[in-house]
């Protein structure tokens, strides 16, 4: 994870720089940039992703922060990249000459213009109680060749607007540009979130310094990394969130452009169950203990087949020190619980494998006896 001030770029949204679309705290990250280098005297402001398309999206009840109130009051121009029907657009704000400049990096109509006008006239009157026209300038632009580069598009818009106050000319920002533009933006990301002083300490699955461990557990676990041998700058990974835990692998070759496997446990969503298979017997509880389990604790079983699978699943549980009966959100987390095979809800459709669970014939006989179908 980058963090740029109060804005966190996660390793999902640096990866959507290859070749998707922008997320909108990758566009709100690498703005700082831009009017650090070309705002140098603080004239033109800026408008948050969520909060122009907010505004645009119900314009007669939006009410704007009042940083952005202040922003159009006081500064010469101001700006948002907003996104409409999962599109981003560039809309330039001149105050003072009640005047807007739509640059929308397929192309704006006549339509679209005029829709945005008086959308606008109405986000001012809602909120300055002022009743004055605005006007629309328009100029010729490069657009965009794919469906995916609009993100791109606009913050290289909003960096020729800061720069000479016009906009890059139609064919002269093509695909190898494009291309170019995406590493720069991740580059930049990377220099602002610090560099090496996040790299080398959090996993680029899961974002955390420690791997993450039951709620219920106090014992800490031991922590084994793995570095990608090609990322510049250096990426490190959990190997628990890489699906092992082995310290012997902890000289592993490791490429992460190759497809990462997640730990079937840290992908698993609410209402699934991850089949286990116990290897000790420190697994002890039940988490149908209190609603009717009669079969006792689960190390009680013996470790052989097939009494040795069990189901894990992640729910609502509340916190060590809490009880179920709090009404406060904050006093329950979602936890990793642990089932007898016979103690869980039966479903056709909601199990899932942990990595080391290969399923013989007389095991799937018996899970499917219990109303499991494998």
């Known amino acids: 994870m980058v963090k740029i001030g109060a804005i966190e770029v996660k390793d999902v949204d640096l990866k959507s720089l290859g070749k998707g679309k922008l997320k909108d705290n990758v566009i709100q990250g690498f703005i700082p940039h831009l009017l650090s280098i070309y705002d140098g005297e603080s004239k033109v402001g ?23 109130k202040n922003a ?8 948002g990249i907003y996104n409409k029907n999962d599109h981003w657009n560039l809309l330039l704000i001149f105050p003072k000459q009640k005047q807007l400049w739509l640059a929308n990096p397929t192309g704006e109509g006549t339509m679209e213009t005029e ?18 026209s605005w006007t629309m300038y328009s100029q010729q632009h490069a657009v965009q060749e794919d469906a995916v580069s609009c993100g791109v598009f606009c913050l ?4 020729s607007f800061l720069q000479s106050r016009t906009l890059p000319s139609k064919g002269s920002f093509g695909s190898k540009d494009v291309l170019a533009y995406r590493q720069k933006i991740g580059l930049q990301l990377l220099r602002s979130g610090g560099y090496d002083t996040w790299t080398g300490k959090l996993c680029r699955i899961c974002g955390r310094e420690d791997p993450p461990k039951c709620n219920f557990s106090s014992v800490p676990k031991l922590t ?16 628990l969130c890489l699906g092992s835990d082995s310290s012997a692998e902890k000289e592993m070759s490791f490429d992460c452009n190759k497809e990462i496997k997640v730990a079937a446990k840290l992908s698993l969503k609410e209402g699934q169950l991850l089949l286990k298979r116990r290897t000790n017997k420190r697994i002890k509880v039940c988490g149908k203990r209190r609603n009717g389990c009669t079969k006792g604790d689960i190390s009680k079983l013996p470790l052989e087949s097939p009494k040795d699978l069990i189901f894990m699943k992640k729910e609502r549980r509340p916190k060590r020190d809490k009880h179920w009966s709090s009404v406060d959100e904050n006093d329950y987390v979602m936890a990793y619980v642990h089932y007898h095979i016979e103690c869980a809800v039966q479903s056709s459709n909601n199990i899932v494998l942990a990595e080391d669970v290969n399923i013989t014939e007389e095991e799937r006989v018996f899970l499917n006896g219990k109303g499991f179908i494998l």
């Open 72 to 79: 159009l009051r006081e500064k010469e121009t101001v700006f």
């Open 115 to 132: 829709n945005v006008v008086r959308t606008w006239e109405s986000v001012m009157a809602s909120n300055f109680n002022e009743s004055t």
């Open 224 to 239: 084994n990394w793995v570095e990608c041998e090609n990322c510049i700058p250096k990426r490190w990974f959990h190997l």
């Open 46 to 68: 800026s408008i948050d992703c969520t909060v122009l398309g907010q505004a645009l999206s119900f314009p007669s009840t939006y009410e704007l922060p009042g940083s952005v």
């Open 156 to 159: 290289k818009f909003l960096e």
